[in-house]
């Protein structure tokens, strides 16, 4: 296990790559080291000094050229927790509005020296761009319908903490499965993991490799929520349609909203989740977002510690800093 505990890290593995870009890239190992190493990174966040310097005199550039709340400030404070400098950079605000390039302001940022660059674009494929033509490590904090593979995490932490385990669970994911990099990035994680992931939405928003990916396709709600451990409800994403992909939003709520009534034909100690924002009354109703079975901001909070450890393993782990 790497860990940071008692003031002290314990022998742990970096991760192979120097950029975290996907899901995809990560080995099974790899994806516990992530979740171990956030356990003891969850821990410095109940200290009364959230604060240890892992990432001292690092320099961390956080490029969102999307908006984001929950991503942003969790990599925001993940940073400050490891003592690294941080600069965040909101594209409305650079050069970018003048028509600068991805990789032109990328290139500009770089010659500061930065170590990592955090970065959420609107087209799948920015953060592979950047890994291509940057120094500095990579971190994709979502690109386009691609993948964001620290959410993927960050759920995948919250579920072992509360089933302590990701094998042989069921989970279903339910929503807009085609416009989704949070789908795309939990089902080669869940599955890599040995859970078993079902996918629910209308046939207009089911991408056509789902199958392929060892996923259970249904259009039945139903039949996706019974007997599951983990529901985990997807936004539709209304800024990414162009045309109607089902009737009207009252439609959808009525045929795959996620309600009370639906929500008893799973477990009893299933985990209601939702990687935000959330549509209140069209992919899930307010009392099932806030019933007991919710997680959804355990899941905020988790990005946190989750981020920390991607940052901390990406800097080279307890092989290049001592946490005090
Ligand atoms: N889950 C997620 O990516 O939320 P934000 O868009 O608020 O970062």
Same mark, same amino acid.
């Given at each position: 296990?790497?860990?940071?505990?008692?003031?002290?890290?314990?022998?742990?593995?970096?991760?192979?790559?120097?950029?975290?870009?996907?899901?995809?890239?990560?080995?099974?190992?790899?994806?516990?080291?992530?979740?171990?190493?956030?356990? $003891?990174?969850?821990?410095?966040?109940?200290?009364?000094?959230?604060?240890?310097?892992?990432?001292?005199?690092?320099?961390?550039?956080?490029?969102? #050229?999307?908006?984001?709340?929950?991503?942003?400030?969790? #990599?925001?404070? &993940?940073?400050?927790?490891?003592?690294?400098? @941080?600069?965040?950079?909101?594209?409305?605000?650079?050069?970018?509005?003048?028509?600068?390039?991805?990789?032109?302001?990328?290139?500009?940022?770089?010659?500061?020296?930065?170590?990592?660059?955090?970065?959420?674009?609107?087209?799948?494929? &920015?953060?592979?761009?950047?890994?291509?033509?940057?120094?500095?490590?990579?971190?994709?904090?979502?690109?386009?319908?691609?993948?964001?593979?620290?959410? &993927?995490?960050?759920?995948? #932490?919250?579920?072992?903490?509360?089933?302590?385990?990701?094998?042989?669970?069921?989970?279903?994911?339910?929503?807009?499965?085609?416009?989704?990099?949070?789908?795309?990035?939990?089902?080669?994680?869940?599955?890599?993991?040995?859970?078993?992931?079902?996918?629910?939405?209308?046939?207009?928003?089911?991408?056509?490799?789902?199958?392929?990916?060892?996923?259970?396709?249904?259009?039945?709600?139903?039949?996706?929520?019974?007997?599951?451990?983990?529901?985990?409800?997807?936004?539709?994403?209304?800024?990414?349609?162009?045309? &109607?992909?089902?009737?009207?939003?009252?439609?959808?709520?009525?045929? #795959?909203?996620? @309600?009370?009534?639906?929500? $008893?034909?799973?477990?009893?100690?299933?985990?209601?989740?939702?990687?935000?924002?959330?549509?209140?009354?069209?992919?899930?109703?307010?009392?099932?977002?806030?019933?007991?079975?919710?997680?959804?901001?355990?899941?905020?909070?988790?990005?946190?510690?989750?981020?920390?450890?991607?940052?901390?393993?990406?800097?080279?782990?307890?092989?290049?800093?001592?946490?005090?």
């Amino acid at each position: 296990m790497s860990a940071v505990e008692g003031g002290n890290v314990l022998p742990a593995t970096a991760l192979r790559g120097k950029d975290l870009l996907g899901v995809s890239e990560l080995t099974p190992e790899e994806i516990s080291l992530v979740l171990d190493t956030a356990e $003891a990174m969850k821990e410095i966040g109940s200290r009364p000094i959230k604060k240890v310097p892992a990432l001292r005199g690092k320099t961390v550039v956080n490029l969102f #050229f999307e908006p984001s709340t929950r991503t942003r400030t969790s #990599f925001e404070i &993940a940073e400050k927790r490891l003592s690294a400098d @941080t600069l965040s950079i909101a594209a409305g605000t650079s050069s970018v509005v003048k028509g600068e390039t991805l990789v032109d302001t990328v290139r500009t940022l770089e010659a500061m020296q930065p170590d990592m660059i955090v970065v959420r674009h609107a087209s799948s494929g &920015a953060a592979h761009l950047l890994s291509r033509t940057c120094r500095s490590a990579v971190i994709n904090a979502g690109d386009g319908t691609h993948e964001h593979p620290t959410q &993927a995490l960050l759920d995948a #932490f919250t579920i072992r903490e509360h089933k302590a385990r990701l094998s042989n669970l069921k989970v279903a994911i339910i929503g807009d499965l085609l416009h989704s990099r949070v789908l795309r990035s939990n089902v080669l994680l869940l599955t890599k993991m040995g859970a078993r992931v079902w996918a629910c939405g209308p046939p207009t928003l089911v991408p056509v490799d789902l199958p392929g990916l060892g996923v259970q396709v249904t259009h039945h709600v139903e039949e996706a929520v019974r007997d599951a451990d983990v529901v985990m409800l997807l936004r539709i994403q209304l800024e990414r349609m162009e045309g &109607a992909f089902f009737p009207s939003l009252r439609e959808y709520f009525r045929l #795959f909203g996620m @309600t009370s009534a639906r929500l $008893a034909l799973a477990r009893p100690d299933v985990l209601v989740m939702h990687p935000g924002p959330m549509n209140r009354g069209v992919e899930i109703a307010s009392d099932v977002a806030d019933g007991p079975n919710s997680v959804i901001l355990e899941q905020v909070a988790n990005g946190v510690a989750v981020r920390m450890a991607v940052l901390y393993l990406l800097a080279g782990g307890a092989e290049h800093e001592a946490v005090v």
